[in-house]
């Protein structure tokens, strides 16, 4: 079954359209899911639904809509001037430089919050929901992306290790990309531990490809002020390995991903692939 991009964007806008009445927070949240994106997350959930040859139905484009909307939250958080401190995101101005930083964190909350209400109205049995709210839980707070930005910023203007700089690397990016794939594993049936594996090297392809893009791609290649990691010394990829050698680490994380997804079973990964293969440089 083919996804419909249409029917994802109706899903990511609609609670925030119709039933937000308090009009400054619609606009501000609205605002940041428009701005973009290849809404990679929840694409790579619902064609791995597809691959286990899962009709898709409504309850599974607002899970997909969940992991895009607290995905959409850390973006609006990363670029507040306490944080990042980035005036554009995706080719376009951040949200606090629209809405000012207060609406701008209240957005973020809300992004961070929202999924929850959402999950539990999927219409998914209680006993997969209760999973995935563990999960996406576990993805995304104190156990994952925010205790990977927390250690980002412990880290600016230092020198960590190899083995630190993986570690943030699958707090804060790997995370929230593994979840996609172990949400899809709870709702078919199938081996989440495969699926977890997958995501964590999928995960940290992800961020080495971003450090080696920061430090060589343009303002309109990634839609955001390109060199900041260097300019606030923070560690990546790029910095501790140099730029060839996070290529080849690229390269190999991105094969072992295609090599695992070829051993799961009952599962058609053409689809999946391509999307793999879009990340490389």
């Given at each position: 079954m083919m996804i419909e991009i249409e029917k994802l964007n109706r899903v990511l806008l609609?609670?925030?359209?119709?039933?937000v009445t308090v009009t400054g927070l619609a606009q501000a949240?609205?605002?940041?899911?428009?701005?973009?994106?290849?809404?990679?997350?929840?694409?790579?959930?619902?064609?791995?639904?597809?691959?286990?040859g899962i009709q898709l139905s409504e309850g599974h484009y607002k899970v997909a809509a969940a992991?895009?909307?607290i995905h959409t939250g850390s973006l609006i958080h990363d670029d507040l001037p306490a944080m990042d401190n980035d005036d554009y995101r995706r080719g376009k101005l951040t949200n606090h430089?629209?809405?000012?930083?207060?609406?701008?964190?209240l957005a973020g909350d809300s992004l961070f919050l929202d999924p929850y209400y959402l999950l539990a109205t999927a219409g998914l049995s209680a006993e997969v929901t209760v999973a995935l709210v563990r999960e996406l839980s576990a993805a995304s707070g104190s156990l994952g992306m925010?205790?990977?930005?927390v250690i980002d910023m412990n880290s600016e203007g230092k020198q960590i290790s190899l083995k630190e700089l993986q570690e943030?690397?699958?707090?804060?990016?790997?995370?929230?990309?593994?979840f996609p794939l172990v949400a899809a594993g709870i709702i078919a049936g199938s081996d989440t531990g495969l699926l977890r594996q997958i995501g964590e090297k999928l995960g940290l392809a992800f961020q080495i490809r971003d450090d080696i893009l920061d430090a060589t791609a343009s303002f309109q290649e990634i839609g955001k002020t390109p060199g900041k990691d260097l300019l606030e010394e923070?560690?990546?990829?790029?910095?501790?390995?140099?730029?060839?050698?996070?290529?080849?680490?690229?390269?190999?994380?991105?094969?072992?991903?295609?090599?695992?997804?070829?051993?799961?079973?009952?599962f058609e990964a053409k689809a999946v692939l391509e999307i793999v293969e879009q990340l490389e440089l």
């Amino acid at each position: 079954m083919m996804i419909e991009i249409e029917k994802l964007n109706r899903v990511l806008l609609e609670f925030y359209e119709k039933e937000v009445t308090v009009t400054g927070l619609a606009q501000a949240v609205s605002y940041s899911l428009k701005a973009g994106g290849k809404r990679i997350r929840p694409i790579l959930f619902l064609e791995i639904l597809n691959g286990f040859g899962i009709q898709l139905s409504e309850g599974h484009y607002k899970v997909a809509a969940a992991i895009e909307w607290i995905h959409t939250g850390s973006l609006i958080h990363d670029d507040l001037p306490a944080m990042d401190n980035d005036d554009y995101r995706r080719g376009k101005l951040t949200n606090h430089k629209i809405y000012g930083e207060a609406l701008a964190i209240l957005a973020g909350d809300s992004l961070f919050l929202d999924p929850y209400y959402l999950l539990a109205t999927a219409g998914l049995s209680a006993e997969v929901t209760v999973a995935l709210v563990r999960e996406l839980s576990a993805a995304s707070g104190s156990l994952g992306m925010v205790a990977g930005q927390v250690i980002d910023m412990n880290s600016e203007g230092k020198q960590i290790s190899l083995k630190e700089l993986q570690e943030l690397h699958h707090l804060k990016t790997g995370r929230m990309l593994t979840f996609p794939l172990v949400a899809a594993g709870i709702i078919a049936g199938s081996d989440t531990g495969l699926l977890r594996q997958i995501g964590e090297k999928l995960g940290l392809a992800f961020q080495i490809r971003d450090d080696i893009l920061d430090a060589t791609a343009s303002f309109q290649e990634i839609g955001k002020t390109p060199g900041k990691d260097l300019l606030e010394e923070k560690a990546t990829y790029v910095s501790l390995l140099g730029l060839e050698a996070a290529k080849t680490e690229l390269d190999k994380n991105l094969f072992e991903v295609k090599s695992l997804l070829l051993a799961v079973k009952n599962f058609e990964a053409k689809a999946v692939l391509e999307i793999v293969e879009q990340l490389e440089l």
